[in-house]
């Protein structure tokens, strides 16, 4: 079985899942892949915010009242979020006749991406994100990371557009 893991910086559309097969057609063995897409953790976010609030009042900026933050019900609305973004990439790929599993993980992205990795048995990784063109220059980038860290193959591809709505048109996935 040929194991593919695509870290994915939102969910994959139909175009994007055929872009990433078609690079494996080639390949002889059954093919399976694992979608895996980042999230924010909530309680760092909050923990980074009033740490910010602090350090404002240090500067004489007004205090914001941070009393109404519930860093749990914002990390349930995170997860479902990327939970939405997991299956509708699952489905984009299982759509195209492949085996897929996929999760969703709070904890910094490379990190994650490398227990995926060996976990899954990773032939390759390909990592989908918008452009970010000054992480990328300046290789601090996802793909420049996983590169430094994993022993797999990794191709890094933008990510298609979201579908406008009204000309039902997106912009096309480019290899980097």
């Known amino acids: 079985m040929y194991h593919v893991i695509v870290l994915a910086e939102q969910a994959m559309s ?3 899942a055929a872009e990433v097969v078609s690079l494996h057609d080639g390949i002889e063995e059954e093919r399976r892949y694992h979608v ?3 999230c924010e953790n909530a309680a760092a976010r909050v923990e980074t915010a009033l740490g910010a609030l602090a350090a404002s009042e240090v500067l004489a900026a007004p205090p914001v009242v941070a009393d109404d933050m519930d860093a749990e019900k914002a990390q349930q609305q995170i997860d479902a979020l990327a939970e939405t973004d ?3 990439s699952m489905l984009a790929l299982r759509e195209l006749g492949h085996r897929v599993t996929g999760e969703f993980s709070s904890e910094d992205p490379i990190d994650a991406l490398d227990r995926v990795a ?3 048995g990773a032939a390759e990784v390909i990592v989908m ?6 992480r990328e220059f300046l290789h601090v980038d996802w793909t420049s990371k996983a590169r430094r860290r994993l022993g797999v ?3 890094h591809l933008v990510e298609h557009e979201p579908l406008d709505a ?3 048109t997106g912009e ?3 290899g980097m």
């Open 14 to 16: 139909p175009g994007d």
């Open 36 to 38: 895996l897409i980042p």
């Open 86 to 88: 997991v299956g509708v």
């Open 118 to 120: 060996s976990e899954q």
């Open 129 to 134: 994100t918008r452009p970010h063109v000054i």
């Open 153 to 155: 193959p990794i191709l």
């Open 166 to 168: 009204e000309s039902g």
């Open 172 to 174: 096309g996935v480019t």
